[in-house]
């Protein structure tokens, strides 16, 4: 139970401050500390981010830094997305899965170092 708390307030911190989403640090967190298959990881850490981005957002919609139009976009065509992502998801092996998020991070943090160094 501590490691959940533990991985839920670094996922809020880290999130609050650099805006990413939960699934980055619940999904690896849930794997390698909680022990979850990926499958559980990630249909948890869909669970889990709503509270979280609801919150995040009001806040950040104080500061004024919400373009609502945009997430409303976004939003409403995740939806689609979402739901075809999780039936390929659970026609995959949890060892796909696996290795599809950490080649969907790395590209991440190599676009983010490049982006950086520019």
Same mark, same amino acid.
Request: proline share 2%.
């Given at each position: 139970?501590?490691?959940?708390?533990?991985?839920?307030?670094?996922?809020?911190?880290?999130?609050?401050?650099?805006?990413?989403?939960?699934?980055?640090?619940?999904?690896?967190?849930?794997?390698?500390?909680?022990?979850?298959?990926?499958?559980?990881?990630?249909?948890?850490?869909? !669970?889990? =981010?709503?509270? @979280? %981005?609801?919150?995040?957002? *009001?806040?950040?919609?104080?500061? &004024?830094? #919400?373009? +609502?139009?945009?997430?409303?976009?976004?939003?409403? !065509?995740? =939806?689609?997305? @979402? %739901?075809?992502?999780?039936? *390929?998801?659970?026609?995959?092996? &949890?060892? #796909?899965? +696996?290795?599809?998020?950490?080649?969907?991070?790395? !590209?991440?943090?190599?676009?983010?170092?490049?982006?950086?160094?520019?």
């Amino acid at each position: 139970m501590i490691w959940l708390i533990l991985i839920g307030l670094a996922a809020g911190v880290l999130g609050g401050l650099l805006g990413v989403g939960g699934g980055v640090l619940f999904v690896p967190g849930l794997v390698i500390v909680i022990g979850l298959t990926q499958h559980g990881a990630e249909a948890t850490s869909l !669970l889990a =981010i709503v509270p @979280v %981005a609801a919150v995040g957002a *009001l806040s950040q919609d104080r500061y &004024g830094n #919400v373009r +609502r139009g945009d997430a409303m976009l976004m939003g409403v !065509l995740s =939806i689609a997305g @979402v %739901a075809g992502g999780v039936v *390929l998801a659970n026609a995959l092996s &949890g060892a #796909v899965l +696996r290795s599809a998020f950490a080649a969907l991070i790395l !590209l991440i943090a190599v676009r983010l170092v490049r982006r950086a160094l520019d």
